[in-house]
């Protein structure tokens, strides 16, 4: 895991409201108190310690070391969650992961990683649609996953989206910069499939060597696009594109994780996917085939018993911006597969922006007054969402109740990329990266590390501590500046 650093923001100066104890980075022991926790499920009334950015179980610490709390934070009955982990977020406030200010995606995630601390998001996983060659090699290599600290929350590895997904189900993806894996398109007849398949397996081979020969093929069709791995959470593909399997199985033994989306495929075609080794689902519901009672498609993946047999989980991402999905989808997948419900934003570069045209990658994106963002030229077609992290989980809860969306931006996405052992909960030895909400679910204050990196004026007192000058460093509160501010 990276090391945790210290966490102060340079922000404007608001009131101060001394009700709350500042916190301190290091081997201090802090106590946070007067709150409900967002623990194993439910929203409990207990204490939580942290020392040395981690929590800690305080009650074994207190009696080990015979030690008070160094400092005590009074949380005044709020809610303390986990801070939320976003697996797909585009861009937002005008920056584009896709297509970065002159081609620096390091600074432009810095942008977004500082702002989105006010919607109370800890973590991300910065995504880029899908693009040409030329893009991915010059993007892919730049990024390199860091620790939240004074600069903005912690900075997970891409989500690629695209290119390897179907044609038919592009969604707002340039259709131009569509791939496949070298084994012929999805949507082509079985007659010119038959004829990708003679180009690439040698008449008379046996069956193993036709296999490695798909399988050469396929993984060179991937490096081809994708120059790096180590800077990658994650890949959506489409599993229908002949060679899927294939490529499933080498990014998986790349480290990547493997999410199926933008696609038509049927639900016999969507298990192969799961069983060769991916695990989640890309924003369920949108950009793919309707579920039909007959073949349920890539819906039915979460009724499966195929699937529901494995001994691991699969995760499906919900957009829950008011557009993308009717409150009632939301809660029929929610009461199938509640384990595997992932809450995503999909925010793109007018994430925070007022109504107009923006851009997605190559694409012109129009927001409206209701802050609906929709293809220029084509209004049927949504182009992400300016939905921020707070306003999803909000919009939510009405749907499943606070605990469950609460979780949903939380432990689940943390599960989805294997990082629960660190992220995602409130349990002894986890970061200690998390959020202080009231009952309507507003963020309070932001914390990493312990340490509290972004607040709201009512709840800035102390919060911010300058340990050179050994006082309240003034200049690192804030009155939000996030758009749905009451």
């Given at each position: 895991?990276?090391?945790?650093?210290?966490?102060?923001?340079?922000?404007?100066?608001?009131?101060?409201?001394?009700?709350?104890?500042?916190?301190l980075a290091g081997d201090e022991n802090i106590l946070f108190t007067n709150c409900r926790l967002l623990l194993k499920g439910?929203?409990?009334?207990?204490?939580?310690?942290?020392?040395?950015?981690?929590?800690?179980?305080?009650?074994?610490?207190?009696?080990?070391?015979?030690?008070?709390?160094?400092?005590?934070?009074?949380?005044?009955?709020?809610?303390?969650?986990?801070?939320?982990?976003?697996?797909?977020?585009?861009?937002?406030?005008?920056?584009?992961?896709?297509?970065?200010?002159?081609?620096?995606?390091?600074?432009?995630?810095?942008?977004?990683?500082?702002?989105?601390?006010?919607?109370?998001?800890?973590?991300?996983?910065?995504?880029?649609?899908?693009?040409?060659?030329?893009?991915?090699?010059?993007?892919?290599?730049?990024?390199?996953?860091?620790?939240?600290?004074?600069?903005?929350?912690?900075?997970?590895?891409?989500?690629?989206?695209?290119?390897?997904?179907?044609?038919?189900?592009?969604?707002?993806?340039?259709?131009?910069?569509?791939?496949?894996?070298?084994?012929?398109?999805?949507?082509?007849?079985?007659?010119?499939?038959?004829?990708?398949?003679?180009?690439?397996?040698?008449?008379?081979?046996?069956?193993?060597?036709?296999?490695?020969?798909?399988?050469?093929?396929?993984?060179?069709?991937?490096?081809?696009?994708?120059?790096?791995?180590?800077?990658?959470?994650?890949?959506?593909?489409?599993?229908?594109?002949?060679?899927?399997?294939?490529?499933?199985?080498?990014?998986?033994?790349?480290?990547?994780?493997?999410?199926?989306?933008?696609?038509?495929?049927?639900?016999?075609?969507?298990?192969?996917?799961?069983?060769?080794?991916?695990?989640?689902?890309?924003?369920?519901?949108?950009?793919?085939?309707?579920?039909?009672?007959?073949?349920?498609?890539?819906?039915?993946?979460?009724?499966?018993?195929?699937?529901?047999?494995?001994?691991?989980?699969?995760?499906?991402?919900?957009?829950?911006?008011?557009?993308?999905?009717?409150?009632?989808?939301?809660?029929?997948?929610?009461?199938?597969?509640?384990?595997?419900?992932?809450?995503?934003?999909?925010?793109?570069?007018?994430?925070?922006?007022?109504?107009?045209?923006?851009?997605?990658?190559?694409?012109?994106?129009?927001?409206?007054?209701?802050?609906?963002?929709?293809?220029?030229?084509?209004?049927?077609?949504?182009?992400?969402?300016?939905?921020?992290?707070?306003?999803?989980?909000?919009?939510?809860?009405?749907?499943?109740?606070?605990?469950?969306?609460?979780?949903?931006?939380?432990?689940?996405?943390?599960?989805?990329?294997?990082?629960?052992?660190?992220?995602?909960?409130?349990?002894?030895?986890?970061?200690a990266d998390f959020v202080l909400l009231n009952d309507d679910l507003e963020v309070q204050a932001t914390y990493i590390a312990?340490?509290?990196?972004?607040?709201?004026?009512?709840?800035?007192?102390a919060l911010f501590y300058s340990p050179r000058k050994n006082r309240i460093d003034r200049s690192t509160v804030s009155r939000?500046?996030?758009?749905?501010?009451?």
């Open positions: 895991a990276l090391p945790h650093t210290g966490c102060v923001t340079n922000m404007a100066v608001a009131t101060l409201n001394d009700s709350l104890v500042s916190t439910e929203l409990v009334n207990e204490d939580l310690w942290v020392k040395g950015g981690q929590i800690i179980d305080g009650q074994s610490w207190f009696y080990a070391a015979q030690k008070q709390a160094t400092r005590v934070v009074d949380c005044k009955g709020h809610i303390l969650s986990p801070g939320f982990i976003d697996l797909q977020l585009n861009g937002g406030y005008g920056v584009d992961f896709s297509v970065p200010c002159k081609g620096d995606l390091t600074a432009a995630i810095k942008t977004v990683a500082r702002k989105v601390l006010e919607d109370g998001v800890t973590a991300f996983c910065p995504t880029i649609i899908t693009s040409s060659n030329e893009v991915y090699k010059s993007l892919v290599p730049q990024h390199t996953p860091s620790q939240g600290g004074q600069h903005g929350c912690t900075v997970l590895g891409l989500h690629l989206e695209g290119p390897f997904i179907n044609p038919a189900k592009n969604g707002c993806h340039p259709i131009e910069s569509i791939k496949t894996f070298g084994m012929g398109n999805p949507e082509q007849s079985e007659e010119d499939r038959v004829d990708c398949l003679a180009k690439v397996v040698p008449e008379g081979a046996s069956e193993a060597a036709a296999a490695t020969a798909v399988r050469t093929t396929v993984e060179a069709a991937v490096d081809k696009v994708y120059p790096a791995y180590d800077n990658v959470a994650m890949v959506t593909l489409a599993p229908e594109i002949p060679g899927a399997p294939d490529a499933i199985r080498y990014l998986v033994a790349q480290g990547v994780r493997v999410s199926v989306g933008h696609t038509r495929s049927t639900l016999e075609t969507a298990v192969e996917g799961v069983l060769a080794g991916a695990s989640l689902v890309t924003h369920m519901f949108n950009a793919m085939s309707a579920f039909h009672h007959r073949d349920p498609g890539i819906v039915g993946l979460i009724a499966d018993t195929e699937v529901l047999a494995l001994d691991r989980t699969l995760f499906y991402g919900v957009i829950v911006d008011g557009f993308h999905t009717h409150p009632t989808s939301l809660r029929m997948a929610h009461a199938t597969h509640k384990s595997g419900c992932v809450l995503v934003t999909d925010a793109m570069a007018g994430m925070g922006l007022p109504p107009g045209e923006h851009g997605l990658a190559s694409l012109r994106v129009n927001i409206s007054k209701e802050r609906k963002a929709t293809l220029i030229g084509h209004p049927e077609t949504l182009a992400g969402s300016v939905a921020t992290m707070q306003e999803s989980v909000q919009n939510f809860s009405k749907i499943v109740g606070v605990v469950d969306a609460l979780t949903a931006a939380t432990l689940h996405p943390a599960q989805a990329l294997g990082l629960e052992e660190t992220k995602g909960s409130l349990l002894p030895g986890r970061d312990g340490q509290a990196c972004w607040a709201r004026e009512a709840h800035a007192a939000p500046s996030s758009p749905h501010k009451k």
